[in-house]
């Protein structure tokens, strides 16, 4: 079975966003790869980060994710920061890469201009994410768009170390979901639903209590025209509601559409807002068993033990083949 690797950057609070464009996405993959799932608290103190909200946070995603779907069972699960071998696997790639790969990186470019000082974290964490890819032998690595360069710079660091050393890698692939659906921030609906937006008028939290999310459905932007009708170039806040509502009720657009026909947007809204709360209240009560529970530590010990085994291995195998074996 094919592996695939998911990272998951403990910043910000998950959003309803994140989990019908994403986690859904990952829940119906399980059953098709050999799946594993880490939390990239490495990659998060690339910029300052308040020690005790990373610590609870790190706990939150991970327990969110499980309570989302995401079975122990099928993946593993772990914490970046567990496995020391990584940050000792990605020494021995940055020796291997070249500076002008990596400060040809978008998002470096982009988030080195927004800061005066950075830290030199942010131009090798590319870097650090191909240790994550590489350790690990994955094939498939979900991937936004504009994190397609990363995984391609892991491919090309595996090829040199291959070529320079023999093989030691397989080449990684990234998977590209163009089709998923990305669901759009409540109050401009002209961008996505962001965890890391200032403004929450706009993005429901998983942690959202029934009487917020409510609230924010109800606010939500809309048009004029009082029909419920799919067209996202016209009817963007609509056309957004609708995606929300086909997503949690299973139903087709289509079908929502010729449902609501005679009736206006306080009542669609009503019924997104009903079904949306009652969806989360139940995410939200298989979060509440976990996130202090002893299961979630039995599971994040099993897959750092696991995962601990493979990068090990794969380390003293890099080692042997640069000479640095005793």
């Known amino acids: 079975m094919k592996k695939i690797l998911t990272g998951l950057k403990p910043t910000g609070e998950l959003t309803l966003g994140n989990y019908l464009g994403a986690i859904k996405q990952m829940v119906a993959m399980q059953d098709q790869y050999d799946s594993y799932l880490f939390v990239a608290d490495l990659h998060a103190i690339t910029v300052s980060q ?179 009708k799919y067209d996202e170039e016209k009817k963007p806040g609509i056309s957004n509601l609708l995606n929300i509502a086909a997503l949690i009720s299973g139903k087709s657009i289509n079908e929502l559409e010729k449902e609501f026909k005679d009736q206006g947007y306080k009542e669609f809204k009503e019924y997104v807002a009903l079904i949306t709360a009652k969806h989360i209240g139940e995410i939200r009560k298989r979060y509440d068993e976990l996130i202090n529970s002893k299961e979630l530590d039995i599971i994040l010990d099993k897959g750092r033990d696991k995962s601990k085994k493979l990068a090990s291995a794969k380390l003293k195998l890099m080692q042997e083949k640069m000479g640095l074996i005793r």
């Open 50 to 228: 308040n020690p005790l909200e990373l610590k609870s946070r790190i706990r939150k995603f991970i327990a969110m994710y499980i309570a989302c779907g995401i079975d122990p069972n099928k993946n593993t699960i772990y914490i970046q920061s567990e496995n020391e071998y990584i940050a000792n696997i990605s020494w021995l790639l940055e020796c291997n890469t070249y500076y002008g790969e990596a400060s040809r990186m978008i998002q470096f470019k982009e988030k080195s201009k927004e800061q005066a000082n950075f830290s030199v974290g942010l131009l090798t964490y590319p870097i650090l994410m191909a240790a994550d890819i590489l350790y690990l032998d994955a094939d498939f690595v979900p991937v936004g768009i504009d994190q397609k360069q990363h995984v391609e710079l892991a491919r090309d660091i595996a090829m040199r170390f291959n070529s320079k050393y023999g093989p030691t890698f397989t080449l990684p692939e990234p998977l590209i979901n163009d089709r998923a659906i990305k669901i759009k921030d409540l109050k401009n609906p002209a961008k996505k639903m962001s965890k890391s937006e200032e403004n929450t008028a706009g993005v429901i939290s998983m942690f959202d209590d029934p009487a917020t999310i409510k609230q924010k459905i109800m606010r939500a932007t809309t048009d004029s025209e009082n029909i419920i």
